[in-house]
């Protein structure tokens, strides 16, 4: 089993939507989690990190559930800047462990 | 300026070669890691070094030896090279007391034929 599942997507919406993407990690010892970006052939950039209590940044609203194990982004008002891969991480003892992505493709 | 960088960004070369790959960063971070992206764009860490001192040896073959001569550098050589060694690989670095953080370099795309 792997340590960090996502839903592989596509998501394909149009400009303007809310989209929302889930991921679920098998280790409850893990300590911290993100969520990064990664442009199509390009390397993974870290996007906002999230906390139990639910963090926001501009149109991004991460949310951590340590109960479910699982941890989830809300992208609002989407622009197709947005189009990319979103990969949840989760931190543990010195090790990241990435899920596989999940594709967004924002179209007009 | 150029954070983490890598050389080269892509390597094309025949089963039973041997390469190199090169990282460097100019964060004046301590920590630096090679992970390996497969075509399934599973993204997995496969070395860690902290301050030259290596810290995760995840189970990778042992034909992958990396090597850190300073702690800006930390470079990946492998032997033997294998059609199933064909992925991207990036070194990454993480801030002193934010082990959190991490900063990747550009990738390095290897094709082995």
């Known amino acids: 089993r792997k340590e960090v599942e996502q839903d592989p997507g596509p998501f394909n919406v149009p400009e303007g939507a809310t989209v929302a993407f889930n991921c679920t990690y098998s280790n409850s010892a893990s300590q911290s989690f993100f969520w990064y970006r990664q442009d199509c052939r390009k390397e993974p950039k870290l996007l906002m990190s999230v906390y139990s209590s639910g963090n926001e940044d501009g149109r991004f609203t991460a949310q951590l559930n340590r109960a479910s194990q699982y941890i989830s982004l809300l992208i609002r008002d989407s622009k197709l800047s947005d189009s990319a891969t979103y990969l949840c991480?989760?931190?543990?003892?010195?090790?990241?462990?990435f899920g596989s992505g999940t594709k967004l493709n924002v179209k007009p | 300026d150029t954070a983490v960088s890598q050389t080269p960004k892509y390597l094309v070369t025949q089963m039973g070669n041997d390469k190199s790959i090169k990282c460097e960063q100019n964060?004046?971070?301590?920590?630096m890691y090679w992970y390996k992206q497969d075509s399934k764009k599973f993204l997995k860490i496969m070395f860690s070094?902290?301050?030259?001192?290596?810290?995760i040896n995840e189970t990778v073959p042992n034909r992958f030896s990396p090597k850190s001569p300073d702690k800006a550098h930390l470079n990946l050589h492998i032997n033997s090279l294998e059609l199933g060694d064909s992925a991207v690989y990036f070194c990454?670095?993480?801030?002193?007391?934010?082990?959190?953080?991490?900063?990747f370099g550009p990738g390095t795309r290897l094709l082995v034929l």
């Open positions: 991480v989760a931190y543990n003892f010195n090790k990241f462990y």
């Open positions: 070094y902290n301050n030259k001192e290596l810290i």
């Open positions: 990454a670095s993480s801030h002193p007391g934010q082990q959190e953080t991490q900063y």
């Open positions: 964060l004046g971070h301590d920590t």
